[in-house]
């Protein structure tokens, strides 16, 4: 029999088994690669806390040390009051938690990483918030006061180039590590400024031609930090 | 019925559909297309070759899999039929990416997903292998991203090796902050080259000389 193949019932069925076989193919192939892809989501997750605390690492070391470092007992998950809720820190998804418009701010569960480097105690926050163009995300440790920065690294999936991206680069972060995260048990905001004070405490330089994305560390940072300083002054009582 | 005489596999005409898209017909230099990857990815050897074998996929694989239905593809919804090849080509190279080379795929990032932009691809489904059988249009599929990657590979290495004095990410000009090697005599990393538009006089630069060694590609 032949088709005539360009009649419009032909090009129907066509496209409908073309949709069907491709989709199926995807799937199998998304499917099947996915607990390869997510168990490197679980190692990079590792290397940004281990590189917040100034460990280097690579993919394959990352496990070892996380494990040689991070005190899991000591890892807690807080709640918006500043309250330990039940739960373990490094399955909590900060992501997914700030981008689900269906869970309220107050519902979000804030992992608190404990590391203990050669008898010193430091504590790493992960944070999320929005960039110009797309998500942005950073890790921030502590010393052990609970209060000085120890290290902060930026990180974002699509700002500019040259711009917003130079948020990831150790000069923006590097500011960081001269701040404090509360005024004698207060919580202050750190301000990414415009205007060159940026070595005054609590104040740090924003980037040249990256103001939406300094306005979204910013805004990042303090709503995060404000959680976790309530969090260390009930603990310090 | 005389029997046809089975054509070699690599008969001179096929052999020309590989070599001639490596110089006399190269997608990049000649038929000037694919030219924003070449410009976003070739700052380091490793993101050109990885692009350019995932190029290679999807237009070898895609090219097979488009002169395999060519007689089935309704006329009107070809293009579309072309894309849906393509696309899911690219989504496939972009996963198996972020599976087993999760540093590189991050690096690429969203250049992986736009080959599908790269028209290459569509000049390849669309002029070759809707009209030619499976093999040849392999074959085409392989010399047209080899013409593709070998442009890019030229302007990385060049791209890598001034902008950053590294190849294959290995320090080969010594070391700026110490000032060793080329550095030492005053020596430096030009900026310039990492950024994207020394990639377009890169491949001006590359055109230039194909064009003077082979007189029959200039334009009159």
């Not at chain 1, 608190?112 to 992960?126: Q, S, T």
């Not at chain 1, 301000?191 to 990042?220: N, Y």
């Not at chain 2, 085409?140 to 070998?150: K, T, V």
């Not at chain 2, 090796?161 to 990410?169: D, M, P, Q, R, V």
């Amino acid at each position: 029999m032949k088709f005539d193949k360009n009649s419009n019932s032909y090009t129907f069925i066509f496209a409908i088994c073309l949709v069907v076989v491709v989709g199926a193919a995807l799937a199998a192939v998304a499917m099947g690669l996915k607990p390869i892809q997510d168990a490197n989501g679980t190692i990079k997750k590792k290397m940004d806390i281990l590189t917040a605390l100034g460990i280097e690492c690579t993919r394959a070391d990352a496990a070892e040390l996380y494990d040689k470092y991070i005190v899991e007992e000591e890892c807690v998950v807080i709640n918006s009051k500043g309250e330990i809720v039940e739960g373990s820190a490094f399955d909590i998804d900060i992501q997914k938690e700030f981008r689900d418009k269906n869970r309220p701010a107050e519902d979000r569960n804030y992992p608190l990483y404990a590391a203990d480097i050669d008898g010193e105690k430091r504590y790493v926050m992960p944070m999320v918030g929005k960039g110009l163009w797309g998500p942005i995300w950073a890790y921030i440790s502590l010393k052990s006061d609970m209060n000085s920065v120890y290290g902060a690294n930026f990180f974002h999936k699509s700002e500019t180039p040259g711009l917003g991206a130079e948020i990831s680069t150790s000069r923006f972060g590097d500011q960081f590590k001269t701040e404090t995260i509360s005024d004698n048990g207060t919580f202050k905001e750190i301000k990414v400024v415009k205007d060159g004070s940026g070595t005054q405490p609590f104040k740090v330089d924003g980037i040249t031609g990256g103001t939406i994305t300094s306005k979204g560390v910013e805004e990042m940072v303090n709503r995060t930090l404000q959680v976790y300083v309530t969090y260390f002054s009930t603990k310090k009582q | 019925m005389s029997e046809k005489v089975k054509e070699p596999l690599f008969s001179k005409k096929n052999k020309k559909l590989i070599t001639d898209p490596l110089s006399e017909n190269n997608p990049v230099t000649v038929q000037v297309l694919g030219i924003c990857s070449a410009l976003a990815i070739t700052v380091s050897i490793e993101q050109a070759v990885v692009m350019s074998l995932s190029v290679l996929f999807v237009v070898a694989t895609g090219n097979v899999v488009v002169s395999l239905m060519r007689n089935l593809i309704p006329d009107r919804i070809r293009i579309i039929v072309q894309l849906v090849a393509a696309a899911s080509l690219v989504i496939i190279v972009n996963e198996v990416l972020k599976a087993y080379l999760p540093d590189m795929a991050e690096k690429l990032s969203v250049f992986v997903g736009l080959i599908i932009t790269n028209c290459i691809l569509m000049g390849r489904y669309e002029a070759f292998a809707m009209a030619n059988k499976p093999w040849p249009s392999f074959l085409d599929g392989i010399g047209n991203s080899l013409g593709y990657g070998w442009i890019l590979v030229v302007v990385s290495i060049f791209r890598e090796l001034f902008g950053t004095g590294k190849l294959f990410g290995v320090q080969i000009m010594g070391d700026a902050v110490e000032g060793t090697g080329a550095y030492s005599v005053g020596y430096m990393n030009n900026n310039l080259i990492i950024l994207a538009p020394f990639a377009l006089f890169c491949v001006a630069i590359v055109i230039w000389v194909q064009r003077s060694i082979n007189k029959n590609l200039i334009e009159h």
